[in-house]
Structures are given as C-alpha cells and as structure tokens.
C-alpha cells in the first residue's frame, strides 16, 4: 500500500517524510499538481462506487486502489502548455481541478488533510467563531472594509489594534516577492484610512504578550514550541525577525487542550499548526490556526518528533 504526497519540487519538510517512509519499506509516490497534464496523467474509471485506475508520471505508476494515505502538504496550481487562448486555459484549469480533484478527493483513504476539510479549515473568519464555540480564547476581531467601523473598533480597543492579513501574507510586486507582516495601527494611520474600502479588513485588539507559541496537532499527538521574541519587531511579529528568536518545548494547558481537539473534530482535520499569544498572566489566546503551517524549523529546533509523528499517522493509514 502506497503513501501519495502533494508537494512542491523544493520542500526540505517533504524530503525528509519521503527519507522516513522509505527508511521503513512503505512506498510512496510524491507528485505534484503542477506536473498535470504534462508530466502527470490520471486514468480513472468508476467500479462499484469507487474509482480505480492510475496515477502515471514518466518514471512512475500507481494504482488508485493501492493508496493507503495522502499528505496534502503543499502542491501548486496546474500548468498547461504555452500556446493555449486565455479561455482554453480557463476550461482546462475548471475541468482539471473537478475531475482530478473530484477523483482523489473520493478515495477513502487517510487524508493529512482532505483537500475539502483544508479548504474549509482556512477562513480564518470561520477559524475564529469556531474556536470561540470549542472554548478557547480568541481576540476581539472586526472584519471590514468600512473605514468608520475600524476607527469605531479601535476607539474602544483599550490596547490598540493590529492589522493581519486574512491569507497569505506573500506578494508578488513587479516580480519582487513582498511579505506583509502583522502591523500595529498608529493614530496617524486610523486618521487616514483611504483605499481601505477595496477589500476587507482584520482588525485585532493587539494582546500584551509575554511570549508565542506553535503548538502543532497530528493526529491524538500534540508538540507545543514556544517562540521568544529577541527584538522589538519579531514581539510585534515573529515572522519578520526569525534571527531574533529562541524556542523551548512547552506544555499545552488541558483547557487548551481541550478547545483544540474539539476544533480538529469540527473541521474534520488531522494535522494543524496553531498559534498562540502567551499573556503576562499565562492566559492562551487562538491568533489562527494554519491546517498547512509549516514545522520543519521548529523540529530543528527544539527535536519535537513531528516528522516521525508525521509518518507514523501516513504509514498507519486508517481512513480518515
């Protein structure tokens, strides 16, 4: 029985998940959805109420029935050939993602995550609301493209506020990639807030911390790192700073616990990575959860068995 990944050609995180499985004789496959069509064919036929047929690169093959599991880790958007109108294109991409998504997606295999659960998991909107149901602390939140709601919230923030993006947080500018960090609100910037209006908002209280903290689920397994800012902008955002930082093993709360694995069970999730404002008084606050967040860095770090934990769960295979 097989293991199928989806991930990027270049991903030291997926290397060494491939490296482990292999270590211990479980085949897998590691393909990428950029490879469909050119370097990637699908060969499905309905049989029973399930699909069987195969997946097909240049070097490798295997059966749709064979799959035991699929780590839905970070694939990139298909890539047809040069020469195709905008509207080819177009069909191409819409048929492509409901037939090889519509196929994979019905296997019933175990899933690190289902691509539908993972879609769902993102809002961060949603994230929130169901966070706030499962018990766990989240910060005063506005969603808005109002300029007057914002200068409302902020005027009965008793902290501030921050802005935070609501997905990525990469740009790509004049072919110069750009991140845009977690931002503090100034006066000067509530008082002029053109061009808010074009798109919406998160607006957050900013909570005082003392530190942050990752705390990755996989599976029943939960790693909890806390992250410790060494300078002014990593305190305002840690990823702006990643030199500045110091990490320890902590323990996560039972109440946190708790919150957490009602959320997973919400979404129907395995795998996700939360991350946390630890307040002067110990208080845990839910910033976001990533059902895609990156570990390797931590694993390094710190040596939490996250890939091994990883492959374990892969390897088992129980149908999620």
């Not at 949603?126 to 919230?153: E, K, M």
């Not at 808010?196 to 397994?221: F, P, S």
């Not at 709360?253 to 129907?268: H, I, N, Q, T, Y």
């Amino acid at each position: 029985m097989t293991v199928l990944i989806f991930a990027q050609d270049f991903d030291r995180s997926a290397d060494q998940v491939v490296l482990k499985l292999n270590e211990r004789s479980v085949p897998v496959l590691r393909i990428d959805t950029s490879w469909f069509p050119q370097q990637l064919t699908v060969d499905a036929e309905l049989d029973g109420g399930r699909w069987v047929g195969e997946l097909r690169t240049p070097h490798r093959s295997v059966a749709l029935e064979s799959l035991r599991s699929a780590w839905y880790r970070s694939p990139t958007a298909f890539e047809f050939p040069e020469g195709m109108s905008r509207a080819e294109r177009e069909h191409a991409n819409r048929e492509a993602k409901l037939g090889f998504g519509g196929v994979l997606s019905s296997l019933p295999l175990c899933w690190v995550n289902h691509p539908n659960r993972a879609a769902d998991a993102v809002y961060k909107p949603l994230q929130l609301a169901v966070a706030a149901r499962c018990g766990l602390t989240v910060s005063r939140t506005l969603i808005s493209n109002d300029p007057d709601a914002v200068q409302r919230f902020a005027k009965d923030s008793k902290t501030g506020v921050i802005n935070k993006a609501l997905g990525t947080s990469r740009v790509l500018e004049e072919g110069v990639r750009k991140i845009g960090f977690t931002r503090r609100l100034t006066d000067e910037d509530l008082s002029d807030l053109r061009g808010i209006n074009v798109t919406l908002h998160q607006i957050q209280d900013w909570v005082e911390k003392d530190h942050e903290a990752r705390v990755v689920v996989i599976g029943d397994k939960m790693f909890a790192v806390g992250i410790y800012a060494g300078s002014e902008a990593s305190h305002i955002d840690w990823r702006s700073d990643h030199d500045a930082l110091s990490y320890g093993v902590l323990a996560v709360p039972s109440d946190v616990e708790k919150g957490l694995r009602a959320f997973m069970a919400e979404f129907r999730i395995t795998y996700s990575a939360f991350d946390f404002v630890i307040t002067p008084s110990g208080e845990w606050v839910l910033l976001e959860s990533n059902p895609g967040g990156q570990y390797g860095w931590l694993e390094s770090r710190t040596g939490v068995p996250l890939t091994d934990t990883l492959v374990d769960l892969l390897a088992q295979g129980e149908p999620t």
